[in-house]
């Protein structure tokens, strides 16, 4: 687990509090839950042959998987983002793509466009580098926004419209977004419409001198990565089995108290002083879907307010805006999200 607050349990509240599913009667069985945790320990686990460290990536993005979000990641460059989605796409039996934004890249590069057939002398459909179930956008605010603008309808909808015509991208669909800090040459800020596509914002820091150390001694050898994904990492699931999982984590019960906890902490980052920009509905819908599935991967159908708590920052740290007097001050986004977690009740029996 991260050290950081987010992915990590801080609200203090006891699960014994909250009902069993024999006393809710709930449609959840037991053998299933019991499935979706042994596939989440099964995953991590294959993915540390090969990945190490960055657990707040590793259980933010398998969090968004199987919640049909998708991730925006703030990082330098070097620290394993493409081996990590090629490792993930190898765990999951996924196919993996990448595109790398440029300030000339345009929209057509990145969802396809018509080509003209000589033989049959009609325009055909040649499909762009989106359509993959695992797509890495390397440094996706290198772009400017029209090009961005090309992945709104992809990421919300799973689909490519051109000319008319409507193209469905394969399912699952997880959109893995790098951007650089917004002090980095070259970059520019991404729109608010294309940050709220995103479920989470995760930042991937350096690795400690331990995971550091580990990453010499298991990379410096030289070997192909493409041998060493299929030698040593095994496939322990399937497009059609990450689906069903999906449809699991959504019967995952949030009962009403915990859907007004979430409701409170949305609402409350409109009216924070230090926010000039608060959460919009579909951040609540983004914690009350990785919730249910942060449930599931712990074998409970039903979610508690510590499965909340720990998505709140990186649900929400992407969605809200500083006034221009709390950045004079120095203040950060994610010390006033604390606050607003610890200005608001938890639910309890």
């Not at 299933?32 to 945790?37: A, E, G, T, Y």
Request: hydrophobic share 40%.
């Amino acid at each position: 687990m991260s050290s950081d607050s987010s992915f990590s349990s801080s609200s203090g509240a006891d699960d014994s509090l909250w009902p069993s599913s024999q006393q809710r009667g709930k449609a959840l069985d037991a053998q299933s839950l019991i499935k979706v945790k042994q596939l989440y320990e099964a995953i991590t686990s294959e993915l540390s042959k090969i990945y190490v460290g960055q657990e707040e990536l590793v259980q933010g993005t398998l969090t968004a998987l199987f919640s049909g979000g998708h991730v925006l990641i703030e990082s330098v460059p070097g620290l394993g983002k493409t081996l990590f989605v090629r490792t993930l796409g190898r765990v999951l039996g996924c196919e993996c793509g990448r595109i790398q934004f440029t300030a000339d890249l345009m929209p057509s590069d990145i969802t396809g466009a018509p080509v003209y057939d000589m033989q049959k002398s009609t325009f055909q459909f040649r499909a762009g580098p989106v359509f993959t179930q695992f797509l890495l956008a390397d440094e996706i605010n290198r772009s400017p926004a029209k090009t961005h603008a090309a992945l709104l309808e992809i990421m919300q909808e799973y689909r490519v419209t051109v000319d008319g015509t409507s193209h469905e991208v394969p399912r699952p669909f997880l959109v893995l977004a790098t951007q650089n800090p917004l002090e980095s040459e070259g970059t520019y800020s991404l729109p608010e419409a294309q940050l709220d596509r995103f479920m989470f914002k995760l930042h991937v820091d350096y690795p400690s001198a331990e995971q550091e150390a580990e990453i010499l001694k298991m990379h410096s050898q030289q070997v192909d990565l493409n041998k060493r994904l299929e030698t040593e990492i095994n496939t322990v699931a399937s497009p059609e089995l990450i689906l069903s999982v999906m449809s699991l984590c959504s019967e995952v019960l949030i009962e009403d108290r915990l859907v007004g906890y979430i409701n409170q902490i949305v609402r409350a980052t409109r009216d924070w002083p230090a926010f000039h920009l608060g959460a919009s509905p579909r951040a609540g819908l983004a914690l009350m879907q990785s919730a249910r599935a942060l449930a599931a991967f712990s074998g409970r159908d039903y979610a508690v307010p510590d499965d909340v708590v720990d998505v709140v920052i990186p649900a929400l740290r992407h969605r809200v805006q500083l006034t221009a007097e709390s950045e004079i001050e120095g203040r950060s986004i994610d010390e006033e999200l604390r606050a607003v977690l610890a200005s608001i009740e938890v639910p309890r029996d």
